[in-house]
């Protein structure tokens, strides 16, 4: 299984960004997929997370209403788009897919993470 995160990059705070995740080796229409984010010196934490038909979606305190997860089955790709950046949005943010929901750490119930793309937020 890969799960091939693009899109990261350098942005000024208040700009957009908007994140790819490519999944290959998975029944992706069978999977809930999700991001999370890691800082530097920091724990890994749960940014989104849409289930397989689309028809949920959850999203942490920290960014809710600046971003927007979806996904795209025929594609078999899972995106983020994140608005009003701030410098504390800095992260390397991970692509992850599990067959069920959102659950405890460390592993939060996913099955399979990517190797995370760099997001810096400059001030």
């Known amino acids: 299984v890969q799960l091939q995160a693009s899109g990261g990059g350098l942005v000024q705070a208040g700009g957009s960004l908007g994140l790819s995740c490519a999944a290959s080796?998975?029944?992706?229409?069978?999977?809930?997929m999700g991001w999370f984010r890691q800082a530097p010196g920091k724990e890994r934490e749960f940014v989104a997370i849409?289930?397989?038909?689309?028809?949920?979606?959850k999203y942490a305190d920290s960014v809710r209403g600046r971003v927007t997860v979806s996904r795209d089955n025929a594609k078999k790709s899972v995106y983020l788009q994140m608005n009003s950046l701030a410098p504390e949005d800095t992260a390397v943010y991970y692509c992850v897919a599990g067959r069920a929901w959102i659950g405890p750490p460390p592993d939060y119930g996913m099955d399979y993470w990517g190797k995370g793309t760099l997001v810096t937020v400059s001030s």
């Open positions: 080796g998975l029944s992706f229409g069978n999977y809930n």
């Open positions: 849409i289930s397989w038909s689309s028809s949920s979606v």
